[in-house]
Nanobody, 118 residues
C-alpha cells in the first residue's frame, strides 16, 4: 500500500503562483517501485482530468491548458512530487489530486483545493 499526503493548496489571485507537494509513504516495496507520479484536477461538476505526470526517469507530460505555466518535478529520494503553478487563472480552480502508480496499481491522495480569484 501507498499513502499520499498533499499540501500547498489555497486561495490566490489571478496571475499568482502556488506550489503543491505530495509525499508518498507506506510499504517499502511499493515505495521503491513507484514509476509514474502526477497531478489531476477536478472542477465542480466536471470530470477529473490529467494536469501533469512525471516518470521515474524524469519524462514529463502536460495537459495543453497548463503547458508553459505549470512545472512538475519529483524528488525520488523523498518519494515526493511537486507541481509549481504560475500565472494561475480562474479556470485553474479545482480540487487537485496527487496520483502515484506503483507495481501496476494507482494510488490517490485526498485532494487539495486550489481557488483562483479574478
Amino acid at each position: 500500500q501507498v499513502q499520499l499526503v498533499e499540501s500547498g493548496g489555497g486561495l490566490v489571485q489571478s496571475g499568482g503562483s502556488l506550489r503543491l507537494s505530495c509525499a508518498a509513504s507506506g510499504s517499502i516495496v511499493n515505495i521503491n517501485r513507484i514509476n509514474r507520479m502526477g497531478w489531476f484536477r477536478q472542477a465542480p461538476g466536471k470530470q477529473r482530468l490529467l494536469v501533469a505526470t512525471i516518470t521515474s526517469g524524469g519524462s514529463t507530460n502536460y495537459a495543453g491548458s497548463v503547458k508553459g505555466r505549470f512545472t512538475i518535478s519529483r524528488d525520488n529520494a523523498k518519494h515526493t512530487v511537486y507541481l509549481q503553478m504560475n500565472s494561475l487563472e480562474p479556470e485553474d480552480t479545482a480540487v487537485y489530486y496527487c496520483n502515484v502508480m506503483s507495481l501496476g496499481y494507482d494510488y490517490w491522495g485526498q485532494g487539495t483545493q486550489v481557488t483562483v480569484s479574478s
